[in-house]
């Protein structure tokens, strides 16, 4: 068990509410008791700031102070690593680019998770985005259907 943890785990295991949320929250939970290394990517943790506190997007929405604090536990850990553009990302985003059929809109912010991803050695993720599974070399995991 290791890997970046998407999105669209974070926002289920903030909202109470979401089917998924027990599920979500629990798979947070135990990330943090492991010693595995786990990942966000600062594309991640600023979509899930812009989503949690968006009142169009989020059913109850999150004060930003919320928000920032629901992700404090794992910016501080040390089993947490944000992953950010390093001195290949360009290169490895072209390979990623040039590996897809007409990339575009809205799959340039998974395309990137997956640049920084390949660019850090990491292989595994963990989310509810299905969109993740056209990518080679990519293992995606959906801990909110138990898979």
């Given amino acids: ?54 009142p169009r997007v989020f059913p109850a929405p999150l004060a930003a102070s919320d928000a920032v604090s629901f992700l404090a536990p794992m ?7 944000v992953l950010s553009a390093g001195p290949r990302h360009w290169s490895v985003l072209s390979e990623v680019i040039a590996e897809l059929r007409s990339p575009s809109g809205n799959l340039f912010f998974d395309i990137r998770t997956v640049a920084l991803m390949r660019e850090h050695g990491v292989r595994r993720i963990y989310s509810a ?19």
């Fill in 1 to 54: 068990m290791s890997g970046v943890i998407d999105t669209n785990v974070l926002l289920y295991a903030a909202n109470r509410d979401a089917p998924q949320h027990e599920r979500a929250f629990s798979f947070l939970l135990e990330a943090g008791k492991s010693s595995a290394a786990w990942y966000l990517t600062e594309g991640i943790v600023y979509e899930f700031l812009r989503a949690s506190t968006h």
């Fill in 129 to 147: 985005d299905t969109d993740f599974l056209q990518f080679e070399g990519i293992d995606v995991r959906n801990p909110v259907k138990g898979r």
């Fill in 75 to 81: 910016l501080t850990s040390t089993r947490f690593t």
